[in-house]
Nanobody, 117 residues
């Protein structure tokens, strides 16, 4: 059984930074492509960034140059460094395997990010 624990969210002003962490409890982390997902208020959860097992990363256009996903396979942890945050980055951030699991699959609690203008 996999368990995911996200942390690092908070309330910040536009232009500030946060670094999110996601601890993976369970097996096969090193064989799992992973992603960060975001659920904005009143909207659906969607992909923000994903990273392959060997560290190749990609990000959606709206966060390119501002967010960086990374992973530490020894610590079974993935990270999302978020710089120059904007109000539209507000939402609950989740990590999970990539491609995105279905809504009825396991999801952790997520971590809330709120960016004020």
């Amino acid at each position: 059984q996999v368990r995911l624990v996200e942390s690092g969210g908070g309330f910040v002003q536009a232009g500030q930074s946060l670094k999110l962490s996601c601890e993976y409890f369970g097996s096969l982390f090193g064989r799992s492509p992973m992603g960060w997902y975001r659920k904005p208020p009143g909207d659906l959860r969607d992909l923000v960034a994903e990273i392959t097992t060997d560290g190749h990363a990609s990000h959606i256009d709206s966060v390119k140059g501002r967010f960086t996903i990374s992973r530490d396979n020894a610590k079974k942890t993935i990270y999302l460094q978020m710089n120059n945050l904007k109000p539209e980055d507000t939402g609950v951030y989740y990590c999970n395997r990539y491609p995105m699991p279905g809504i009825y699959d396991y999801w952790g609690q997520g971590t809330q990010v709120t960016v004020s203008s």
